[in-house]
């Protein structure tokens, strides 16, 4: 089971971390990723951590956004900085068994319910 909270409002410029909160299976096993879904668009990959603590980030996020994880909690974090009103949508965290750099939603198995990003002008 996935868990993500920390969404919000913020301006333009400001940041936010997003938390996943990881049950049931150990996250360090896992490719973690982090993903978005805007009004009237398709979900897409944003950020992800594979079980070697690879990271990759979409390009669009790339210099703003960190993801990292804290196997201790079991809990993987997306630091977003300088945010943008282009960053509005709901935050989804995925896992998937495979050690891997995608972000296809396809490969990933397990997810959480999305927490709510907006971003204001």
């Known amino acids: 089971q996935l868990q993500a909270s920390g969404g919000g409002l913020v301006q333009a410029g400001g940041s936010l971390t997003l938390s996943c909160a990881v049950s049931g299976i150990t996250s360090s096993y896992y490719t973690i990723g982090w993903f978005r879904q805007a009004p009237g668009k398709e979900r897409e990959g944003v950020s992800c951590?594979?079980?070697?603590?690879?990271?990759y980030s979409a390009d669009s996020v790339k210099g703003r956004f960190t993801i990292s994880r804290d196997n201790a909690k079991n809990t993987v974090y997306l630091r977003m900085i300088d945010l943008k009103p282009e960053d509005t949508a709901v935050y989804y965290c995925?896992?998937?068994?495979?050690?891997?750099?995608?972000?296809?939603?396809?490969?990933?198995?397990?997810w959480g319910q999305g927490t709510l990003v907006t971003v204001s002008s």
């Open positions: 995925a896992a998937t068994s495979r050690n891997t750099a995608t972000m296809s939603t396809r490969v990933y198995n397990y």
């Open positions: 951590i594979n079980r070697a603590d690879n990271t």
